[in-house]
């Protein structure tokens, strides 16, 4: 049984001008569905279905196949007709007809529709999509979206009742159709296409219809500004590894500070300077000659997600007890000896050109401990949470 995806990309896009060029967490949208589906290890050949140039150098830089679409056979000026719609030049919003040009063209036994709208799909989910409809169940099959919620259509309720509060975890759930993913025996499909009955089912929803559920997460379709700005996110969380639910408040927290001019200011260090900030080239010898005696700290880095400082205070002062609960910390000793002393007891010393590093979590205070002033380089995140705790 031969199994394609195959992932269509249209530019022209207008409520997100071209997304599929866009840089979603530092890759194209394609990257990941791509990706995700040589992962999945469960298909014979993987296609992109595009009418444009620069799609196909993308599909060529991704190491995948490369399908031309007709403009006028489901592109930007499609002509076609069938039983869901009937284009005049425009650009086709109805994949039927770009379904059926590729399948007549390509010859599957499966295909796996896969949108690059839906980035965070992962390979798991596409291998268990792809053996439903190999298995022939259904002739049709779509990703949806499950949601236990009070639901409403037209003002009146789905799936609760007005006369009594149910426990939302004991809805039955709604199912949304998730675009994400979607799959046809080619067979059926295409007999449904070719015999263009009105009153008939399809093509798109031919023969026996399945619904494949997804997590929310997954579910995720770029639509919009604002679910672009949550996959954004959803990716770069993914990518680092990092998942709410490792930390909890408890009561030896005694506050929660993160614009840094203030929070240093309470630690003794009246002079910012943040003018300095983002300098293509910085020399520190110059930074210390130029700020003076203790206390001080120069912004060297503010940007994006970065942040580095250098931190100069005079003996016995530092930091207050805290901790830091999404971001890692890290520092250089560039002058004196400083202490780090650790919520379990153990103290950690650095020394000029020492490199010490504490993972997220880690509730520490910080001590210039040498007889002059010490100056470190504080590296960190911008807007970085100072957890301080009694």
């Not at 279905?49 to 403009?71: C, M, Q, T, Y």
């Amino acid at each position: 049984m031969k199994t394609v995806a195959m992932i269509p990309v249209l530019l022209g896009s207008t409520r997100i001008p071209d997304k599929n060029l866009i840089y979603v967490d530092g890759y194209p949208m394609a990257h990941y569905v791509v990706n995700a589906c040589r992962e999945a290890g469960c298909f014979d050949e993987i296609y992109i279905n595009s009418e444009h140039d620069e799609i196909e150098a993308l599909a060529k830089w991704l190491g995948v196949k490369f399908f031309r679409r007709d403009p006028g056979a489901g592109g930007s000026r499609c002509i076609m007709k069938s039983k869901s719609r009937q284009c005049e030049s425009t650009r086709c919003q109805t994949h039927d007809h770009f379904l059926a040009t590729f399948m007549k063209a390509i010859g599957p036994d499966v295909l796996v529709q896969v949108h690059t709208t839906s980035p965070l799909l992962r390979p798991a989910t596409i291998r268990a999509f792809a053996e439903r409809i190999q298995q022939g169940g259904e002739d049709s099959l779509f990703s949806v979206e499950e949601r236990h919620t009070e639901t409403l259509h037209d003002g009146k309720p789905l799936n609760f009742s007005l006369s009594h509060k149910t426990p939302t975890q004991s809805l039955p759930p709604v199912q949304s159709i998730s675009w994400a993913l979607s799959a046809w025996r080619v067979p059926s499909f295409i007999a449904s296409y070719d015999r263009n009955n009105p009153g008939e089912n399809g093509p798109t929803f031919c023969g026996r219809v399945g619904y494949f559920p997804l997590d929310s997460i997954e579910a995720l379709d770029a639509d919009t500004w604002n679910d672009l700005y949550l996959i954004d996110a959803a990716l770069q969380q993914r990518r680092l590894g990092l998942y709410p639910g490792q930390f909890k408040w408890s009561p030896a927290v005694t506050g929660i500070e993160h614009e840094l001019e203030a929070l240093i200011a309470r630690d003794g260090v009246t002079l910012f300077e943040a003018g300095g900030a983002n300098t293509r080239l910085s020399n520190l010898d110059e930074i210390r000659r130029r700020m003076g005696p203790a206390p001080w700290i120069y912004l060297l880095v503010w940007s994006g997600h970065d942040q580095s400082a250098m931190v100069c205070q005079p003996p016995g002062e530092g930091a207050r007890k805290h901790c830091h609960v999404t971001h890692d910390e890290w520092w250089v000793v560039l002058e004196g000896t400083f202490e780090w002393r650790l919520a379990d007891g153990s103290v950690v010393v650095g020394r000029p050109n020492d490199l010490v590093y504490l993972p997220r979590g880690t509730v520490h205070s910080i001590v210039c401990t040498s007889e002059n002033a010490g100056i470190r380089l504080a590296n960190g995140a911008r807007f970085m949470e100072h957890v301080y705790v009694s």
